[in-house]
Structures are given as structure tokens and as C-alpha cells.
């Protein structure tokens, strides 16, 4: 927790809300948390890239654009509630929001709602770049099964053997199984293009062919 706190010394945080007493105040409230903050409205196309952390005022039209996060610019969204009925809570769910902050909007409660939000945000992170990772794991293990399939074909050798045979190749490169077996692929596929068979046996020559 105390991590969370001394991270938002410094943490860039654009406040999209009209210009009024409301804003100023969290505005305020903000800078005297430790964060380099600035206001904004009407909301801005875009988002710039050296803000880390959104506050951004739900409204009822469907026009107002929420800034969305990527790995590249990864943003923790707060949003601003002035009211709840079932169009805007619509909006907040569509707005993929990390935390909430009710209007009128007071200076207590904005600190815990920020913590809060960031943690939310980094848990997220974390468990998108696990979800990543695995995606990544069981794509190679699809192309390795099927880099196996096609050396079996190709020179008739049991699963293990070819799975050896890329191995030995990965070690040999210093490349990644996942590498060679892409590679045995796209020469597969490559080939198809020729109209060539890779894993055909080839047709024995006759002495009365001429």
C-alpha cells in the first residue's frame, strides 16, 4: 500500500470535466496527493501520451469517447458520476472504468478511489500479460504438433524422432522450437503455392518413360 501511495507522487493525471467549482476542487485535491495534474474540456480526441491516470466526467450522450488502454499507452481510468439511471450506468460499464468517484465531488474519498483504481489497473495489466504469455505457449505447441505432422509425412519417422529432429535443429540455430517449426511450415506452405506436395513420395522412374 505504501508503494501505491508514494507512486502517485508524480503520476500524470488529466481531469476531463467542465470548467467549474467541482473540478478546481479536485483538481486541487489531486496536486496536494502529489500528482502532476491539468484540466481539460471539452473532452480531447486523443489522449497525450505522457498521462498515466484519467478522470473523466460519464455522460448520457453516446458521443463522449472514453480513452481506451493498450500496452502501449497503458491509462487507469476514474470515472465521474453525477447521477445513476440506467443510461448512464450503461455508459459506465462501457467506459471499462477502474474507479468511481460520485458527485459533488468532495476531497475526501479521492485518494482511496485512486489507490484503488491503479492497483485495479495494474492487476490487470498483470493478468493480461499472463493471458499473453499463454497465448503465445499454446500457439508454438500447435506449431510444433503440426511441424511434427508434416516431418513424419515428409521423412517417414515416428512423432518422437521428429519432434528430435527440430530440437536438435533449435539447439543447432539457437532458436526457439516454435521458430523452426514455423519455418518447416511456411516451406511446407510455400511449396503448396508451386503446387508441390512436400510430404508425396516421389514417383519411381521407368526406363520406358523417355
Known sequence: VRRLIEDLRGARVLVIHPRDAESEA????????????????????????DIDTVFQIVETSEDTIFPASSNEHPLTLVAIVD??????????????????VNKPIRSFGILSSL???????????????????LEETLK???DVDKA????V??????????YELIRQQATQRRLTMADI??????????????????????RASSSYEQ
Not at 479536485?26 to 501520451?49: E, K, S, Y
Not at 450506468?89 to 472504468?97: E, G, M, P, V, W
Not at 484503488?116 to 489497473?121: D, P, T
Not at 509425412?153 to 521428429?162: G, H, T
Open 153 to 162: 509425412c515428409l521423412k517417414k519417422v515416428s512423432e518422437f524422432d521428429a
Open 181 to 202: 517449426a514455423v519455418s518447416i511450415i511456411n516451406a511446407q506452405e510455400t511449396l503448396g503455392g508451386f503446387g508441390v506436395d512436400a510430404t508425396a513420395q516421389p
Open 140 to 142: 508454438a505447441r500447435r
Open 148 to 151: 511434427v505432422k508434416i516431418l
Open 26 to 49: 479536485l483538481i486541487d485535491q489531486l496536486r496536494r496527493i502529489g500528482c502532476n495534474v491539468r484540466g481539460v474540456w471539452p473532452p480531447p480526441a486523443t489522449i497525450p501520451h
Open 115 to 133: 489507490v484503488l483504481a491503479r492497483s485495479l489497473r495494474g492487476y490487470t495489466r498483470r493478468l493480461e500479460g499472463k493471458v499473453q504469455k
Open 83 to 100: 447521477y445513476e439511471n440506467p443510461t448512464i450506468l450503461k455508459r459506465l460499464l462501457d467506459s471499462n472504468a477502474h474507479g468511481v
